[in-house]
């Protein structure tokens, strides 16, 4: 059975910092793409990064709005991607979501919700000003 499961969030205050993580279970590891969604009340699920698992460097995937602040990564030893978040404001207040496409490897026009065939459970962050 795959299994996505997440853990890191928290609540912070503005400007602060988190570190989520995401375990992939019951499946290979490398060859996938693999990452982040956010959503909260109100709003449609936004792509936050991703990347191509495994150790062939791939290019990383940032929306626009965490760009320059967000930082994916993965420890291919463990299975487990990373999001490394800095300078956080309340915006980025959302359920964040591990996500995985194990057909392919991630690609130009990959942050859509559709391309990610299995989800974590998520893990809420909140930033309070």
């Known amino acids: 059975e795959v299994r996505l499961v997440e853990s890191g969030g928290d609540s912070v205050q503005a400007g602060g910092s988190l570190k989520l993580a995401c375990v992939l279970s019951g499946v290979y590891y490398s060859g996938h793409c693999m990452g982040w969604f956010r959503q909260s009340p109100g709003k449609e699920r936004e792509g936050v990064a991703v990347?191509?698992?495994?150790?062939?460097?791939?290019?990383?995937h940032y929306g626009d709005s965490v760009e320059g602040r967000f930082t994916i990564s993965q420890d291919t030893a463990k299975n487990t991607v990373y999001l490394q978040m800095d300078n956080l404001t309340p915006d980025d207040t959302a359920m964040y979501y591990c996500v995985a496409n194990l057909f392919q490897r991630c690609f130009v026009g990959t942050m859509v919700p559709d391309n990610y065939h299995y989800w974590g459970q998520g893990t809420q962050v909140t930033v309070s000003s």
């Open positions: 990347l191509s698992t495994g150790d062939v460097p791939g290019r990383k």
